[in-house]
């Protein structure tokens, strides 16, 4: 615990792994160019968080009052921030030796931004993402990879489902990306899947209110906006 003392990483990858490493501080900033480790919590009164963050296990970023802006990897990511945004970029890897993986992300804070891309994912990936804010727009961007189920909830403002079901399938086959989707007056719900008769094992759920939400898949781990907006008619 270091309060009032800024905490600053220089590119560490490939040099330094740390098994735990933890990170906690008040009225200051922490600054990552890149850190790789097992288990990694970073713990901020306010202050800014801000980095490059790869483990091979958790990582767990809290703020308050202050944004959290991060890229890295994980299998099971927490960020939560009061009244500050979260923008992150994530990248999910399973061992070799257990191919697909479970993995879990949870985001939550409030009157403030949230924005969560996921640029790439193995293929049968168990995903669980959960992201929360409210009287602020949220969006939540899937690699081409996910297959799952997804419920997005807001009031007072509109629902964007933007989808393109010609992009390229990533195992390498001919399929064609399906989705089942269905809206009501608060939520919509839908179901995304590479095969019509496999809807994987994901699940995404996003909910803030008084402003606009979005959520895509992607048709490629490149390109951050494809695709047209499925409440649009054709």
Known sequence: MLPRFSQQFGDLEGDVFFDSLALKSTLSTVEVKSVSAHHTEVAITSGRIEGDFRTSGSLSLINSNDPIKSNGTAVSLSMKSSDGPITAGISLFSPAHSPGGAFNISARTSNSDTDIHLDESPLDARLNLYARSNNA??????????????????????????????????????????????????????IVSWNASHHGNGYVFVQTSNAPLRSRVRSSNYKLDDGKDSSEPS
């Not at 990879?145 to 009031?155: A, D, K, Q, V, Y």
């Not at 390498?172 to 269905?182: A, P, S, T, V």
Request: zero cysteines; glycine letters at 8%; proline letters at 6%.
């Open 137 to 190: 727009p949220a969006t939540v961007s899937m690699s081409r990879e996910f297959e799952g189920s997804f419920r997005l909830r807001t009031t007072n403002a509109r629902i964007a489902v933007p989808f393109n079901n010609s992009a390229e399938d990533p195992s390498g086959g001919n399929q064609l990306r399906n989705l089942d989707i269905e809206r009501n007056l608060l939520s919509t719900e839908g």
